[in-house]
Each structure stands twice: as structure tokens, then as C-alpha cells.
């Protein structure tokens, strides 16, 4: 049973525009969720991360939205730049370890 | 970046013979990892340690078994390769503190299973 999943395999957006990333989690009891950005022939980065007690957390371009109620969070990038065109997984922790959704390929078209 | 590094980058075997991995770190961290990603699936956890000689099961650890003799290095075997085991593996190291568990990725082993 898949406890990360990410429904959506691929997204394309325009540059300049948002891009939102989403997310479905099965588990209550999960106490962190990341995100990471994977480039081809790379390891995956961590991206930015929000605590389970919280409902947003924002970096820069980023911003993550946390809807506990719904098992389900987002991942806004804004604005969507060229170098954003990557794979992004979503995780979330329990227990000291991290589990992975499959990903979410997004490409940022000119 | 965290001192990572996994040997070989690209490795062709044979159905039946035995592969190891390695993984290498330079930061001290006390915990590593070690992911297969496959389209469709993510990254999986094969198997993890969580010190010297200390390590534990993922979810996906049949077909494997691992080794650490020393905080630096963290190897996976594959006893008897098979081609269900062509992947790509990633090795990943945290430094945990409190419940945060930030991991940081080595760049990848392809490995294909003749």
C-alpha cells in the first residue's frame, strides 16, 4: 500500500507562471513531510520541509501548504523558472525513516 | 554539499554473480541509507544503519544484505544478481537531531542486471 502518493506523473507550466505540486498521504501519524528536487543522473536535494504542527512554510520561491484535515499537501513554486524543471518527490517521516512518493516530473516551458 | 561518494557509478553484471556497492562519506554522519529508484515506484529503502554494525531492514530488502565496519562506508551486496535488481541505488547519510531528519543523497549507481 502506497502511505506517499503523487497522483500526478507529470506537469507542464509556463514560465513565470506558478507551478503546484501535490500530494496525498495515508497516515496520520506522520511527524515531518519534505521535498525533493531530482535532477537526471543526480542524487535527489532536499527542497524544504514543513512539521506536522504547522500549515505553511515558505522559502524564497517556495512554499509548502499543509492540510491535515485533508491528508494533503502542495508544493507552490512561484515564479516557475527554467532550472525548476526537474523531478520533485514528496516524503514524509514516522519513526525515523522517510517515505517517498513516486514523483511528480515537472517541465517549465518557455 | 555533503561529502558522498558511491562506487562504481555504472556497473553491467550477469544474472548470479555477486555485486557490491559502496558508499562512501566524509561528514561523520551516523546515519546511511540505501534506495533503489524505479519508474513507477519512487525511491524505495533497501536497507539503513543507524551506526557501526548496526543496521536494519526497509521495505524492500530481500535480495540483499548490507555491512558497516565503519561510520565512512556503507556497503550493499547482492548475494546472487538478478535482473529484477537493475536499478539505479542511492545511498543517502543524516546527522540526526530530534525528530528532524534531513537526508542528504549520494549521485547514484546504475546498475543493470544481465
Known amino acids: 500500500d502506497q502511505q506517499v502518493k503523487q497522483n500526478s506523473p507529470s506537469l507542464s507550466v509556463q514560465e513565470g507562471r506558478i507551478s503546484i505540486l501535490n500530494c496525498d498521504y495515508t497516515?496520520?501519524?506522520?511527524?515531518?513531510f519534505l521535498w525533493y528536487k531530482k535532477y537526471p543522473a543526480e542524487g535527489p536535494t532536499f527542497l524544504i520541509s514543513i512539521s506536522s504542527i504547522k500549515d505553511k512554510n515558505e522559502d524564497g520561491r517556495f512554499t509548502v501548504f499543509l492540510n491535515k484535515s485533508a491528508k494533503h499537501l502542495s508544493l507552490h513554486i512561484v515564479p516557475s523558472q527554467p532550472g525548476d524543471s526537474a523531478v520533485y518527490f514528496c516524503a514524509a517521516i514516522k519513526d525515523d525513516k522517510i517515505i517517498f512518493g513516486k514523483g511528480t516530473r515537472l517541465h517549465i516551458l518557455p | 554539499d555533503a561529502g558522498i561518494t558511491q562506487s562504481p557509478r555504472h556497473k553491467v553484471t550477469e544474472t548470479g554473480t555477486p555485486v557490491t556497492l559502496r558508499c562512501h562519506q566524509t561528514?561523520?554522519?551516523?546515519?546511511m541509507y540505501w534506495y533503489r529508484q524505479d519508474p513507477g515506484h519512487g525511491l524505495r529503502l533497501i536497507h539503513y544503519?543507524?551506526?557501526?554494525?548496526?543496521?536494519d531492514k526497509g521495505e524492500v530488502s530481500d535480495g540483499y544484505s548490507v555491512s558497516r565496519s565503519k561510520t565512512e562506508d556503507f556497503l550493499l551486496t547482492l548475494e546472487s544478481a538478478t535482473s529484477s535488481q537493475t536499478s539505479v541505488y542511492f545511498c543517502?547519510?543524516?546527522?540526526?537531531?530530534?525528530?528532524?531528519?534531513?537526508?542528504?543523497f549520494g549521485p547514484g549507481t546504475r546498475l543493470t542486471v544481465l
Open positions: 544503519s543507524y551506526g557501526v554494525k548496526d543496521t
Open positions: 561528514e561523520n554522519h551516523r546515519y
Open positions: 543517502a547519510i543524516s546527522d540526526q537531531t530530534g525528530t528532524w531528519n534531513e537526508q542528504f
Open positions: 497516515n496520520s501519524m506522520f511527524d515531518y
